[in-house]
C-alpha cells in the first residue's frame, strides 16, 4: 500500500514537473535573455537550451573561446585576445561522474576602446549566459584609449552518471 501511495503522488509530481517545463519553454515569444525563441543570434533560443548552454557537460575551451568571440566581437571596443591554458587532456578523465561539481576554467580577456566601451565590455560580461568570475582587472591608458586586461573563470559541470538498477521488493 506504501509502494501504491508513493507510486500516486511519484504521477502527481510528474504531470505538475511536465506542465511547469512546457511553461518554462513554451511560456513567450521572448525568452530569459529578452530575445526572440526563434532566432538563430547568441541570445536567441528556447529557455531549455539558454540555461543548458550556459554550463556545458563536456570540457570545451576552443568552444569557450568561440562563444566568447562571438559575445564580444562587433561591440565599440576592440578585442586584443582571449586566451587561457587548454586543459583537454587533463579534463579526459572528467567526463561524467555520480556526483559532479563544476570545474573551472580559466581565462583572460583583453580590450581597448573607450572608456564608454570597455563599460560596454563589462556589462556584456555581466549580462551572459555563462558564469564568469573576474579575479583581477587591469585598465591602462587614457579615456579615449583605454585597455582593459581581465583575469577570470569560467566553469562546466561533468555530466551526472544515472543509471537505473533492478531490485527485487518482497
Same mark, same amino acid.
Given at each position: 500500500?506504501? +509502494?501504491? !501511495?508513493?507510486? *500516486?503522488?511519484?504521477?502527481? =509530481?510528474?504531470n505538475?514537473?511536465?506542465?511547469?517545463? *512546457?511553461?518554462?519553454?513554451?511560456?513567450?515569444?521572448?525568452?530569459? $535573455?529578452?530575445?526572440?525563441?526563434?532566432?538563430?543570434?547568441?541570445?536567441?533560443?528556447?529557455? #531549455?537550451k539558454?540555461?543548458? &548552454?550556459?554550463?556545458?557537460?563536456?570540457?570545451?575551451?576552443?568552444?569557450?573561446?568561440?562563444? $566568447? &568571440?562571438?559575445?564580444?566581437?562587433?561591440? #565599440?571596443?576592440?578585442?586584443?585576445?582571449?586566451?587561457?591554458? &587548454?586543459?583537454?587532456? +587533463?579534463?579526459?578523465? !572528467?567526463?561524467?561522474?555520480?556526483?559532479?561539481?563544476?570545474? /573551472?576554467?580559466?581565462? =583572460?580577456?583583453? +580590450?581597448?576602446?573607450?572608456? +564608454?566601451?570597455?563599460?560596454? $565590455?563589462? =556589462?556584456i560580461?555581466?549580462?551572459?549566459?555563462?558564469?564568469?568570475?573576474?579575479?583581477?582587472?587591469? $585598465?591602462?591608458?587614457?579615456?579615449?584609449?583605454?585597455? #582593459?586586461?581581465? =583575469?577570470?573563470?569560467?566553469?562546466?559541470?561533468?555530466? *551526472?552518471?544515472?543509471?537505473?538498477?533492478? /531490485?527485487?521488493? *518482497?
Open positions: 500500500q506504501v +509502494a501504491v !501511495n508513493q507510486l *500516486k503522488s511519484d504521477v502527481v =509530481s510528474g505538475s514537473l511536465i506542465s511547469n517545463y *512546457k511553461k518554462f519553454v513554451n511560456s513567450s515569444p521572448i525568452n530569459i $535573455l529578452g530575445s526572440n525563441v526563434s532566432g538563430s543570434t547568441q541570445n536567441n533560443g528556447d529557455n #531549455a539558454i540555461v543548458l &548552454d550556459a554550463l556545458p557537460g563536456q570540457y570545451d575551451f576552443p568552444g569557450l573561446v568561440t562563444s $566568447l &568571440d562571438n559575445l564580444l566581437s562587433n561591440q #565599440a571596443f576592440t578585442l586584443t585576445s582571449i586566451s587561457g591554458t &587548454d586543459q583537454e587532456l +587533463a579534463e579526459q578523465h !572528467n567526463s561524467s561522474s555520480t556526483s559532479p561539481v563544476p570545474v /573551472e576554467i580559466p581565462l =583572460s580577456i583583453s +580590450a581597448t576602446g573607450s572608456y +564608454a566601451s570597455i563599460q560596454q $565590455l563589462f =556589462s560580461l555581466q549580462l551572459s549566459i555563462r558564469p564568469i568570475v573576474v579575479q583581477s582587472i587591469n $585598465l591602462s591608458g587614457t579615456d579615449t584609449t583605454l585597455t #582593459a586586461n581581465i =583575469s577570470g573563470y569560467t566553469f562546466y559541470q561533468p555530466a *551526472k552518471v544515472f543509471s537505473i538498477g533492478t /531490485e527485487i521488493v *518482497k
